[in-house]
């Protein structure tokens, strides 16, 4: 007999052989949760390596608490017992835990259900990204065919979309999307006017914040800003839409009826932003203007008349047209990804809002890229 007691209420675990094929546990003392318990090394090892044991049972006359740490214990034993085919006499085991042991063994684990964590081999996970990669271009690129055919279709009056549909991407890419840029842009205005301040005010230089602020906005930021918003605001919204409607298969219905989505869903989103964006361009530079000139006059002592005089003498037609060039492909890139992405949706309503996250994030990422690409054109053609 095995034993080992700290006081009157600890938990106890002892082990008799009686005979030569019987061992009998047993309990006594407080097993619950947040007690200390007795190692269980014991009689895992008097199971395992016993040859001639053919039958455990169990003495609880001493047990004076019990809880699911008990029932722990005794799925531990079983396991053990059924790998080497003894047999479990659970007579002297409490009615409370009979029960919840037979109520644990009535339906057996599927077997294979715990599966382990397996890492796989490099040249696999790399050939398995590749592939993905390589469909994925494939999708794309069969995408963007796809619009350019829509495109060209609309130029020669063939394109067969509802005019209903393309006022109303209008109206949700430029009416209602003025709010949110007027706020954004007339802080990123503040914010430029105000890093700008700083450095010139040491040099005396404060009239030059109108310069530094009209040049960026007018040039790139309106147009940058401009896309970001709409890339979170109506690209995700593209995605969402058409996600939904390829989890509802109403995009198969379309292709039954012999409908083109690609003319029907996405070349009326394409000519709305194309359309809007250049505008909401001119609009968030006017409220980034409108952002310098506050800080110009409260921070710097200017009179509006001669903040608005100086930018309008640094004003060029070539940084606008610029800007408006920059808004343009960022239209194209923001439709283009947000319709790609809920084309290509699952058919689960957690593939929607995988959708829209990939929209968001490739039309973020595409704008970065393009802003890159034709600075350094315009830089190398002198613009």
Known sequence: ?????????????????????????????????????????????????????????????????????????????????????????????????????????????????????????????????????????????????????????????????????LALFLQESGVQALGIVSLICLLVGLIFAFVGAIQLKAFGAQIYVADLVGIAMVRVMGAVMAGIIMAGRTGAAYAAQLGTMQVNEEIDALQTLGISPMEFLVLPRMLALILMMPLLCVYADVMGILGGLIVGVTMLDLSPTIYLNETRATFQLTNLWIGLFYSAVFGVIIALAGCLRGIQCGRSASAVGEATTSAVVTSIVAIVVATAIITVICSVLGL
Request: net charge positive.
């Open 1 to 165: 007999m095995q034993a080992a007691a700290l006081n009157h209420d600890a938990a106890q675990l002892g082990l008799a052989r009686p005979d030569r094929d019987l061992l009998v546990i047993s309990l006594s003392g407080d097993w619950r949760t947040g007690q200390d318990l007795p190692a269980t090394d014991a009689v895992e090892k008097e199971v395992t390596s016993g040859a001639s044991l053919r039958s455990v049972s169990f003495d609880t006359s001493g047990l004076t608490n019990w809880d699911s740490t008990l029932l722990v214990f005794m799925l531990k034993v079983r396991q053990w017992c059924q790998e080497r085919k003894i047999e479990i006499r659970s007579e002297g085991l409490p009615e409370g835990a009979q029960r919840l042991l037979k109520l644990a063994s009535a339906v057996p684990e599927r077997q294979g259900a715990r599966k382990e964590a397996k890492r796989e081999p490099f040249f696999s996970v790399v050939g398995q990204k590749t592939l993905q990669s390589v469909a994925s271009t494939s999708e794309t690129l069969a995408f963007l065919g796809g619009a350019v055919i829509a495109f060209a279709r609309l130029l020669v009056g063939r394109a067969s979309f509802r005019r209903s549909d």
